[in-house]
């Protein structure tokens, strides 16, 4: 049969059983009758151009070697995996370790996890956690709505009559340019003294709240003074609720006005550019004050929407976007004749962060040009709202229309799509300073339960892009007791410094009533919220009876980890809640397909899969057995989840009732018995309340030895089943050293030391001074060759990690070491488990040339086999290393072992980045398999942006009349401008920041980003296996065979001939990237499912209020300064780059 000719590069498979040894080359003599050398098939020598024929017979040596036979090189592969195997047995120390701990029955108890019994009182417990943070939220939702109620609106209200803590006041002093201090310090700004708290990791005041008030409103206005008059007695049931819940956080009232109010009290962690917290514009608020939306945003871009009107059409559309959470759904369009949208998405996507920044980038890139017709706009919106083919949110409906104004009202248009139901709500924003007739565009909003709202500057943008949700949230209020339900968020970072938090919202309704006819308010005042702190979860989850690869893991409805071993945002303060999918937190296939929805559908469940896990160091891929059982968090949005591995079915807990044992194991981990006994690294876990932690595991060790010189391991502060179990792990390998390691001579197998690992916490290594070079995590759980070590059997190889970017290793006093690992597994009573890992770190060159004479044709171990001129002999790896390339690759496809001196120093490298041709040919060949997969919370150095000159230029400056008139000083126009100067002095698009400030900054330096991962694993050839890499006279045979018992392939290759030919090269490094492609994801969304409420509708609902333009009043002083900058044409002071700070 014809074999097909090949790409350069490329390789197909040999016999399975004969070799291919080069034209010309013979086979060695063996006893007997000797063996006619194998041709190979005649195809493939047809494929080499008959010119290149004569110089391979004629090459020099040809005649004396070839290349060695299949059943020779499967010899060498039997002898590394024997003297692997006998070094192993001898000072791996599996079958004595064994046996010790059979000696030792009596000190230890084998305990089971019963997962669904497990998963079920972890879920009670997390249940009755929140119940309690409920119970306080729904007393001070209450309370506030009674307060509201009974306080009598005062006009003539002053900031001197009002006593508060400034949350900001402090920050402000320090900078001589702020607002308070050009108008002079009020008296009514409280000054508190503060202690630090470690539950709240920050400085605190228990006798106070704090106020938060955004920079761009005004304190003195007469709403804000109000505000803060009737939420002062909010602070009485703070100091209730937590005299009664001491664990209570953050306790928060976010008004709808902007006014921030929380306890306790705590200097506001301003960032050092200018801070733009508002409240309302938080995931947490806007969940809590409206159901979840379907919306679609038009934007007219016809000839007259040009230059600064476009630009505030293209922020406000961003800013529109930043309202919205992950239950909603959105789609956003331009229109002029014809209405297209701005993005690849042709329906509603869900409004998750990274489908928002498609929108984004997609507005950007709008054009004005043509005519206006807002019926191609409206008649598309509403056909996107009416699509019942796709999955959105199903509650609140709404366009919203950008436009410089119009005068068709399109009646026809909401006749037919609309009316009479007015199922769809519609908000119109006139965009930008003109003289056009606004009557149009207000009539369309309040013709179908909208709002109309302007725009006339940069300013006005973040204020009238967040006031629609009181609109929605009116039938919400008219709903009462009915929509007092609390929802519970995504995972998000607080912004006073908690770490990761959750928050329970409930929405504050204004009870009062407007006017003699007892007409009943339906505006929210805003939404109350109590943080839970995840760590506060995680503390009721079990922490080492799950074995090191057990875990437990909680998902919301849309599936996104609550809980998660993967959960690890690597940036702070970012804008969005952390949004990690369960399938991207793990490695995505069919199976957690569905168990996550059947969690989100709150069901319980069961189910054993066979899956990939990524290793902690995300080098590798083991396919790998686990079992997960779940079942629903009651009264929450919450599933819960448990991961167990067969062989964490049972557990070790330590029984030592021994006082006289206690104390002679615990003298095994003083650092006087080292020398002796081998250096102990112990777990950095939290063994007792007083214990002092240390990253430094000297340190520690020292600090929990002073620790427990004042108590036992009885004692209640302690955790006894941490610590019995810490304390009987160190008196089992002491008895490993006693029986096995003291005796060997280590040298003698170029060992560098031999180690025992623990669940219980104990890493001992032998001898002493082998720690010195010991880099391996004290946490047996967090170190990656004790977690694969568990998932795999036999021996697994750790070469020592090398990124491509590094130089390359120092051999030097023979330091550099190869772990070799391997799970000791107990069968008690018919009960298996794993609770130890023991291994050997083999010295690298003395066994680099101790793999060239086990992968050689040496009979006796003194002297090499020569090969005489007139004999016919095999290459081996030893004597033609200058020909043949011998290698050890693990499963990674990272370097072990080679002939090759030079290639020493890139042992730990992948090994395309040593030989790109043949790790290319093993992969073609399917001895790896490769999985690429992306990691969503990286970290990455921002994008350097110019700095955009031209836009100041559209900042309104009045003329010398307006200065000189003071009726202008109060007016909007002046209120807009002081709005169009603190936007401009902190958007990159009007000023560039401050390269100092980026410099200093870790948050200029540092955003989050999308993270390429590329892993490589065993693939399905299992055989010893012959293969060419056919490039013409660039050719290689190689042979390739994985060790039993092992993760090592064996790799014979002829060396490379010439380069001319190389292959593409493979990549395993991690790279930056922007994901997946988010138009094709889009079309197979994943399974979700909306809150189980929706309050849009309410017959009740008063829609006579639809449209204004009113903001808070300006800042006189800050006017005038402001003015005065532009008028005398001093630059104002830089201002860096802005980021918007957490949520509390």
């Not at 493939?44 to 024929?53: A, E, F, S, Y």
């Not at 310090?185 to 704090?210: G, I, P, Q």
């Not at 160190?730 to 180690?755: C, H, K, M, P």
């Not at 120093?905 to 992306?934: C, H, I, P, W």
């Amino acid at each position: 049969m014809a074999v097909p000719a090949q790409t350069c590069g490329a390789s197909r498979p040999g016999p399975a059983r004969t070799a291919l040894p080069w034209p010309g080359r013979s086979p060695r003599p063996g006893p007997g009758p000797r063996r006619p050398a194998a041709r190979p098939p005649r195809p493939l020598l047809l494929l080499l151009p008959p010119l290149l024929l004569l110089p391979l017979l004629a090459a020099p040596g040809a005649s004396a070697y070839s290349f060695p036979q299949q059943h020779t090189m499967q010899h060498w592969a039997r002898r590394l995996e024997q003297e692997i195997d006998g070094v192993m047995r001898i000072f791996g120390g599996v079958q004595q370790l064994r046996e010790i701990y059979k000696d030792n029955r009596n000190l230890f108890e084998v305990q089971e996890n019963e997962p669904q019994k497990l998963v079920e009182k972890v879920a009670g417990d997390i249940e009755s956690l929140l119940d309690r943070k409920v119970q306080a939220l729904k007393k001070l939702a209450d309370a506030a709505e009674n307060f509201q109620k009974a306080h009598r609106w005062q006009d003539n209200i002053k900031e001197e009559d009002i006593m508060y803590y400034d949350a900001k006041a402090d920050a402000e002093l320090d900078d001589p340019e702020s607002e308070d201090v050009e108008r002079g310090s009020k008296a009514s700004n409280l000054r508190l003294d503060f202690v630090e708290d470690s539950n709240f990791k920050n400085k605190v005041n228990y006798s106070y709240t704090a106020v938060q008030i955004p920079t761009d409103i005004y304190k003195g206005s007469t709403v804000i003074l109000n505000e803060l008059n009737w939420t002062e007695a909010l602070e009485n049931v703070f100091i209730e609720n937590r005299r009664q819940d001491p664990t209570l956080l953050w306790q928060v009232f976010g008004s709808a006005t902007g006014v921030t109010r929380y306890y306790p009290a705590t200097p506001w962690r301003a960032p050092k550019k200018i801070d733009l917290y508002d409240v309302r514009r938080r995931p947490w608020y806007i969940q809590g004050a409206s159901s979840p939306k379907d919306m679609v945003i038009i934007v007219d871009v016809s000839g007259s929407v040009s230059g600064l009107t476009l630009k505030l059409m293209k922020t406000s559309v961003c800013e529109m976007l930043d309202t919205l959470s992950d239950d909603d759904y959105v789609n956003v369009a331009s229109f002029n004749e014809k209405a297209q949208p701005v993005s690849c998405f042709t329906h509603l996507v869900q409004a998750n962060v990274r489908n928002k920044k498609v929108f984004k980038e997609a507005v950007q890139g709008m054009v004005a040009k043509g005519t206006t017709g807002y019926k191609a706009g409206f008649e598309y919106a509403f056909d996107q709202l009416q699509n019942s083919n796709i999955t959105r949110a199903n509650c609140n409906k709404m366009i919203m229309m950008f436009t410089d104004g119009g005068e068709d009202r399109v009646q026809d248009v909401f006749e037919k799509y609309n009316w009479p139901n007015r199922t769809v709500r519609v908000f119109t924003f006139s965009v930008g300073q003109h003289n056009y007739d606004v009557t149009p565009l207000q009539w369309m909003a309040c013709a179908n339960k909208g709002y109309y709202f302007e725009i006339p500057s940069i300013g006005a943008i973040r204020i009238n892009t967040q006031e629609y949700l009181d609109v929605l949230g009116r039938p919400m209020v008219l709903a009462g007791k009915e929509a007092k339900q609390v929802q519970w968020t995504n995972v998000y970072e607080d912004a006073l410094g908690l770490g990761l938090v959750v928050t329970g919202t409930l929405p504050v309704f204004n009870l009062t009533q407007d006017g003699p006819g007892e007409k009943k308010n339906q505006l929210i005042l805003g939404v109350m919220g109590i943080d839970v702190a995840l760590n506060d979860i995680k503390r009721l989850t079990p922490n080492y009876t799950l074995g090191a690869n057990g875990y437990v893991f909680a998902i919301d409805l849309n599936g996104y980890v609550l809980l998660h071993p993967n959960l690890k945002p690597q940036t702070t303060n970012f804008r969005e809640p952390v949004t990690l999918d369960f399938l991207d937190a793990e490695l995505e296939d069919e199976n957690k397909e569905e168990i996550r929805r059947s969690m989100i559908d709150g069901n319980k469940g069961h189910k054993q899969i066979r899956t990939l896990v990524k290793s902690l160091d995300e080098r590798y891929i083991d396919e790998v057995m686990r079992n997960y059982t779940w079942v629903p968090i009651r009264s929450t949005n919450y599933s819960l989840g448990l991961v167990l591995p067969p062989y964490s079915t049972f557990y070790l807990q330590a029984n030592l009732s021994d006082q006289i044992l206690q104390v002679k194991y615990f003298e095994f981990l003083l650092p006087s018995s080292f020398e002796s006994e081998g250096h102990v690294f112990i777990a950095p876990r939290e063994y007792c309340k007083d214990l002092n932690a240390s990253d430094n595991n000297t340190e520690f060790l020292k600090n929990f030895i002073e620790l427990m010189e004042k108590v036992t391991p009885d004692s209640k502060q302690c955790n006894n089943f941490l610590l019995h179990n810490l304390i009987l792990d160190t008196g089992i390998t002491q008895q490993l050293v006693e029986r096995v390691w003291r005796d060997q001579d280590l040298n003698t197998y170029s060992l560098l030391a031999v180690f025992a690992a623990t669940d219980g916490g104990i890493t001992r290594i032998f001898p002493n001074k082998a720690a010195e070079d010991w880099t391996e995590n004290p946490e047996p759980f967090n170190a990656s060759f004790y977690r694969r070590s568990l998932d795999n059997h036999g021996y697994v190889f750790k070469p020592p990690h090398q990124d491509a970017l590094l130089r390359p290793l120092e051999l030097e006093n023979d330091t550099v070491g190869i772990l070799v690992s391997t799970a000791v597994e107990l069968s008690l009573g018919g009960r298996t488990l794993r609770p130890a890992v023991v291994g050997v770190k083999l010295d690298l060159e003395a066994w680099a040339e101790k793999f060239k004479v086990l992968a050689s044709n040496r009979t006796h171990q003194d002297q090499p086999q020569k090969c005489g001129p007139s004999s016919h002999c095999e290459m081996d790896c030893e004597v033609n290393n200058e020909d043949l390339l011998c290698i050890l690759i693990d499963d990674g496809g990272f370097l072990v072992l080679s002939n090759q001196n030079h290639q020493w120093d890139q042992v730990g490298r992948f090994f395309s980045e040593v030989d790109a041709n043949l790790m290319m040919a093993l992969y073609n060949n399917s001895f790896y398999t490769r999985k690429e997969s992306y990691d969503y919370q990286a970290a990455c150095a921002p994008q350097p942006q110019g700095n955009l000159g031209a836009a100041p230029r559209g900042v309104f400056v009045p003329t010398v009349a307006d200065f000189l008139n003071l009726a202008w000083w109060t007016s909007a126009a002046a209120w807009s401008l002081f709005q169009q100067l603190l936007y401009g002095l902190i958007s990159h698009s009007w000023f560039q920041a401050d390269p100092a400030e980026a410099e200093s900054n870790p948050e200029a330096r540092e955003s989050s980003c999308v993270m390429k991962q590329t892993q490589y694993y065993f693939g399905s050839v299992n055989a010893s296996y012959n293969a060419i890499i056919d490039c013409g006279n660039c050719s290689r045979l190689f042979h390739a065979q994985r060790l039993t018992n092992t993760n090592l392939l064996f790799v014979v290759a002829e060396k490379p001939l010439c380069s001319q030919c190389e292959a593409g090269r493979l990549l395993q490094k991690e790279t930056h990237s922007d994901g997946p492609e988010q138009c094709e994801l889009v079309q197979r969304p994943r399974y979700r499912r909306g809150p189980h409420i929706c309050f849009d509708y309410n017959a009740t609902e008063d829609t006579s209020d639809c449209g204004r333009g009113a903001s808070f009043p300006p800042s006189l002083g800050v006017l005038v300064s402001l003015q005065l900058l532009l008028l005398l044409g001093l630059p104002p002071r830089p201002q860096p780059q802005v980021y918007a700070s957490r949520r509390l």
